[in-house]
């Protein structure tokens, strides 16, 4: 176990969250930038960038927002950091998110004595500006997500950093090593004991086959991971219960995060049984401690 000075600190959770989809019925863009360049259908400009990504063989992430400065351009409407942080508040989310995470932060507060610390953090596809101007950003320990580049008079040129479904696991191991900064090596070896978050500590929420390669990771090294899906969505629910069958997530529900509600009640138990092994791994540590020091 890492040690600091004789003292465990394995006892961080973090939960990880995918933002469109996870937290959100529609993608953030939707709501946000599309309306305001004039796209009042958010199916026409998925299908746009599809189209233009088998086009060019372009890369989807970098391809939709290549799109929005494109178009955005077209309409005299600035992409500003400022501009997409004003907009978050559009965002419409899915029933309790807004109340969620003070909630679990309280559940967890109240209902451990051992130390726990809990941490939310987003792994989005989506705009880190955007995410950063939404009522719930306060909530996260850190936002990795797409960034744009911009100009001295502070207009988006180009993407500065794309965040995709592979991509996505980079900060996996980012959070599960602490190197929590893109400049940041990942890739050189670190023993497990000095990881300051185990991925056993590590529980993912997502919405569909995006997320697959973060909850491969996550679950292939002892952590957990929950599949939601929109209320009533059929083909949502059909995609989860692959996902479920396949053994890639530990459990499903719906995407509806109000106090007793089963994503709720799953949330718990899996936060039960992370805590649990928390005071197994503290117990060992402080064992070595007193016989083995």
């Known amino acids: 176990m890492r040690s600091e000075k004789g003292k465990f600190t394995h006892n961080v959770i973090a939960l990880v969250y995918d933002f469109d989809g996870t937290l959100t019925p529609q993608p953030m863009q939707e709501y946000t930038i599309l309306p305001e360049i004039g796209i ?12 233009e990504a088998l086009k060019t063989g372009g890369e989807d992430i970098v391809t939709y927002m290549r799109l929005m400065i494109e178009m955005s351009k077209r309409k005299h409407y600035p992409v500003t950091p400022k501009v997409l942080k004003s907009l978050a508040k559009n965002i419409n989310y899915y029933p309790g998110v807004m109340t969620f995470f003070k909630r679990l932060n309280a559940y967890v ?5 051992i130390g726990v610390r809990l941490r939310h953090y987003i792994i989005s596809a989506g705009l880190k500006e955007i995410i950063s101007g939404a009522s719930i950003a306060k909530y996260f320990y850190k936002i990795f997500a797409s960034e744009y580049h911009y100009d001295e008079y502070d207009r988006a ?8 479904d592979t991509l996505k696991t980079q ?10 900064s893109l400049h940041e090596n990942i890739n050189l070896h670190m023993p497990t004991p000095l990881r300051p978050i185990p991925f056993q500590n590590i ?15 996550i679950r292939k090294n002892g952590g957990y991971a929950i599949a939601v899906f929109k209320p009533g969505d059929s083909k949502g629910l059909k995609i989860c219960k692959e996902l479920l069958r396949a053994g890639r997530v530990d459990f499903i529900a719906e995407a509806d995060y109000r106090s007793k509600k089963e994503l709720d009640r799953l949330i718990k138990l899996l936060l039960d049984n992370i805590v649990e092994g928390i005071r197994y791994g503290k117990e060992s540590f402080n064992q070595s401690q007193k016989y083995l020091s």
């Open 171 to 180: 900060f996996i191991f980012r959070i599960n090593k602490g190197k929590e």
């Open 203 to 217: 529980l993912y929420l997502g919405d569909g086959l995006t997320d697959v390669p973060c909850m491969t990771v």
């Open 109 to 113: 507060e109240t209902q451990y004595d």
């Open 40 to 51: 009042k259908k958010g199916k026409e400009f998925w299908d746009a960038v599809t189209k």
């Open 157 to 164: 040129v180009f993407p500065k950093v794309i965040v995709n």
